[in-house]
């Protein structure tokens, strides 16, 4: 069985379609952050429902379901503010809504005899947490609601970075974004999963960003915002 596994799609329906035209899976896994920033943030939703038989919700994902700061980097941080009050609230209805409310913030799925951990963050703070392959630590990769000291799988996203490390026995996983890559490559990123050899491939590709950057020119009627999501959607 081939595993899609992506994160941080932002609104983006071209990159997704682009990625489904590509890829041949049997199961997708979905590590957060649907809305915000992006153009289509319904369609988008509805295109990861479709294909997702495991979703967790991310930080924009949470902040767009229950009226809460997402506490990005201070970077973004206007920028998303933005995004989500003149788009992505605009267009979700209240069928969105109670979907992303439902949201799980972690998922342990086993597939074909692996067990994963899946938080969009990191174990230890799965909504908000940073995980970089050059800033992994031991307290990181704990749950603050377990005690065990065994290693395990991770998949998370939020960092818009794509690795794939073994930390002392943990394997952790980052299929990158989907959507809004910022890892100094500009193709969108994800990953597959193949349970029969229990390998992974860290996986790129390329879309027409032209349609995009219309939305955004007919949605963004604030000159400098639109520029910076430009540049954060690399157009």
Same mark, same amino acid.
């Given at each position: 069985?081939?595993?899609?596994?992506?994160?941080?799609?932002?609104?983006?329906?071209?990159?997704?379609?682009?990625?489904?035209?590509?890829?041949?899976?049997?199961?997708?896994?979905?590590?957060?952050?649907?809305?915000?920033?992006?153009?289509?943030?319904?369609?988008?939703?509805?295109?990861?429902?479709?294909?997702?038989?495991?979703?967790?919700?991310?930080?924009?994902?949470?902040?767009?379901?229950?009226?809460?700061?997402?506490?990005?980097?201070?970077?973004?941080?206007?920028?998303?503010?933005?995004?989500?009050?003149?788009?992505?609230?605009?267009?979700?209805?209240?069928?969105?809504? *109670?979907?992303?409310?439902?949201? &799980?913030? =972690?998922?342990?799925? !086993?597939?074909?005899?692996? @067990?994963?951990?899946?938080? /969009?963050?990191?174990?230890?703070?799965?909504?908000?947490?940073?995980?970089?392959?050059?800033?992994?630590? *031991?307290?990181?990769?704990?749950? &603050?609601? =377990?005690?065990?000291? !065994?290693?395990?799988?991770? @998949?998370?996203?939020?960092? /818009?970075?794509?690795?794939?490390?073994?930390?002392?026995?943990?394997?952790?996983?980052?299929?990158?974004?989907?959507?809004?890559?910022?890892?100094?490559?500009?193709?969108?990123?994800?990953?597959?999963?193949?349970?029969?050899?229990?390998?992974?491939?860290?996986?790129?590709?390329?879309?027409?960003?032209?349609?995009?950057?219309?939305?955004?020119?007919?949605?963004?009627?604030?000159?400098?915002?639109?520029?910076?999501?430009?540049?954060?959607?690399?157009?």
């Amino acid at each position: 069985m081939r595993v899609l596994i992506f994160s941080d799609i932002h609104a983006n329906p071209y990159a997704l379609r682009a990625l489904l035209d590509q890829e041949k899976f049997d199961e997708a896994v979905f590590l957060g952050d649907v809305v915000d920033y992006g153009s289509k943030p319904v369609e988008t939703l509805d295109m990861v429902k479709e294909i997702s038989k495991y979703v967790v919700t991310g930080n924009h994902d949470y902040a767009a379901a229950f009226n809460k700061d997402c506490l990005c980097s201070q970077e973004n941080h206007e920028l998303s503010v933005y995004t989500r009050e003149n788009i992505t609230m605009k267009d979700l209805g209240k069928n969105e809504i *109670n979907f992303l409310r439902s949201l &799980p913030t =972690s998922l342990d799925i !086993e597939l074909e005899g692996t @067990l994963f951990k899946s938080v /969009h963050g990191s174990p230890a703070d799965s909504l908000y947490g940073y995980l970089y392959p050059w800033k992994v630590t *031991n307290e990181q990769l704990k749950d &603050p609601m =377990s005690f065990t000291q !065994e290693t395990g799988n991770f @998949l998370v996203g939020h960092t /818009h970075y794509q690795f794939l490390v073994n930390y002392g026995g943990n394997l952790i996983v980052n299929p990158g974004s989907s959507g809004q890559p910022r890892d100094g490559n500009p193709n969108p990123a994800y990953a597959v999963y193949d349970t029969r050899s229990k390998a992974f491939e860290m996986k790129r590709f390329s879309y027409d960003r032209s349609k995009l950057k219309s939305d955004l020119k007919e949605r963004v009627g604030d000159h400098r915002q639109l520029e910076k999501l430009y540049k954060l959607f690399i157009l």
